[in-house]
């Protein structure tokens, strides 16, 4: 199947302890995203990779960082862990020309204890 | 800055149309799109529509966009309970591809 895909779909962890996740795109799109639902559904952009590149950095605190090893993998990781980060965190792609839509993947529900 | 705002709650009775509505800030925009999100699941792109157009319809969706007002529209008609979900609508941002989304419309269907 031709997708966007996450893993862990869920993830539950402690206060101050580090975890990743990962996300992969078979679709050959150039660019790929993460973005942040918090509890009341607002979706909000984090980062953005083109072709391995960052392009966009949305004032996320540096325990956020995302690896972009080729362009069908854009992985995130952080560390220290806050009960803020709670959220879901969704991967994306788009093939990166101007407008194109964007596709999603399922999502990685994160919950800090 | 991009603002995207939409009504949080919305409910009709199975069969109704459906309207759901959007304004925008960013007067660059030239893309907009309508994304659903089922509960537990990422979001699905519905449909979208270039700034240069007014109208676009797709089978049971209608999008209409006021350019001027910065108002989007998106409706469903003879909505089913199939379509209870959140709509997002979405503007393309200044700067590279940056999708910025609205608070998002919760519609309810009931029987």
């Known amino acids: 199947d031709t997708a966007v895909s996450q893993t862990p779909k869920y993830l539950v962890t402690q206060m101050g302890n580090d975890k990743s996740i990962k996300c992969e795109q078979n679709?050959?799109?150039?660019?790929m995203y993460w973005y942040k639902q918090d509890s009341k559904k607002f979706l909000k952009i984090m980062f953005s990779?083109?072709?391995?590149?960052?392009?966009i950095n949305e004032t996320v605190p540096n325990r956020f960082s995302p690896k972009s090893p080729d362009k069908a993998h854009l992985n995130l990781h952080i560390n220290s862990l806050e009960l803020g980060d709670s959220a879901v965190y969704f991967c994306?792609?788009?093939?990166?020309?101007?407008?194109?839509?964007?596709?999603f993947g399922n999502g990685t529900r994160l919950t800090v204890t | 800055g991009e603002d995207v705002e939409q009504s949080l709650f919305l409910s009709v009775r199975e069969g109704d149309s459906s309207v759901i509505n959007c304004t925008y800030t960013?007067?660059?925009?030239?893309?907009l799109y309508w994304y659903k999100q089922e509960p537990g699941a990422g979001l699905q792109l519905l449909t979208y529509i270039f700034s240069n157009m007014d109208m676009k319809q797709d089978q049971r969706l209608t999008v209409l966009l006021n350019k001027k007002d910065k108002h989007l529209s998106l409706r469903i008609a003879d909505t089913q309970t199939g379509d209870s979900a959140i709509y997002f609508c979405a503007e393309i941002g200044t700067g590279f591809q940056k999708l910025v989304f609205g608070t998002g419309t919760r519609l309810l269907v009931s029987p």
């Open positions: 679709l050959g799109h150039d660019t």
């Open positions: 990779y083109n072709n391995k590149e960052l392009i």
């Open positions: 994306a792609s788009s093939p990166g020309v101007s407008n194109s839509p964007l596709h």
């Open positions: 960013d007067s660059s925009s030239t893309y």
